[in-house]
């Protein structure tokens, strides 16, 4: 799969140089969003680039909801319901963005409705999609979330699980993930040499980028 020069900046979260690299509308307001939600700002300049791609109607509608879930998981009382417009996206999209809308709505029904089984279901086709269709990062999301919902229950697993979240992350060259992977591993790996490696790794190159939301959830000032 060859990916626009945009969307290898954007992985490895040049954000501003992604911008330049492209005038597609669709994939800049992709861009926007990922900024957005990785480093936290306001949602504002995302949500104009999704107004005006209102005539594509599922890439609008699977980005405004990304926004909304991730500020219902910061705040729990904001306004908006991910779950029902992420399955509205995943049963009427196809492709790429089927696959991806898919992943999100397992996620909002884990971490905004609590429904541990059905988000369990939903991870499992996303990855059955991802395989399929020979997309890395999807499955490393795939994989991640499922190898933390066996932690406590299956820790090995879920170790392994978390290892390979991070190769597919680094095979994709998309650095603020390869991040997020490492601090979720670390975790679980808890007090080992390893893990005190790994979030001195991660927790350097996220105040780089200004990842500040990743931060505050790994409890780093």
């Known amino acids: ?85 992420l399955a509205a996206v995943a049963e009427e999209a196809d492709g790429d963005l089927q696959a991806w809308a898919v992943y999100w709505h397992a996620a909002a029904l884990q971490r905004v409705g609590h429904e541990w089984y059905a988000a369990g279901e939903g991870y499992e086709r996303a990855r059955q999609l991802a395989v399929a269709s020979g997309d890395r990062l999807l499955e490393s999301y795939a994989v991640r979330a499922q190898g933390e919902q066996l932690r406590g229950d299956d820790d090995a697993s879920a170790i392994q699980l978390l290892r390979r979240s991070l190769y597919l992350r680094a095979v994709c060259a998309a650095r603020p993930h390869v991040i997020d992977a490492q601090l979720a591993l670390a975790g679980a790996l808890q007090k080992s040499m390893e893990a005190h490696e790994l979030e001195k790794i991660a927790k350097a190159a996220a105040f780089e980028l200004r990842l500040t939301p990743l931060l505050e959830e790994y409890g780093y000032p």
Do not use: H
């Not at 669709?26 to 680039?49: K, S």
């Open 1 to 85: 799969m060859v990916l626009p020069v945009a969307t290898v900046l954007q992985r490895a979260g040049r954000w501003s140089s992604a911008l330049a690299a492209t005038r597609n509308p669709v994939l800049r307001a992709e861009i926007l969003v990922d900024r957005c939600l990785w480093r936290g700002e306001p949602p504002d300049e995302a949500l104009e680039a999704i107004a005006a791609i209102r005539g594509q109607p599922l890439p609008a509608a699977f980005l405004q909801n990304l926004i909304v879930y991730w500020q219902k998981r910061r705040k729990p009382g904001s306004p908006g319901d991910p779950i029902a417009g």
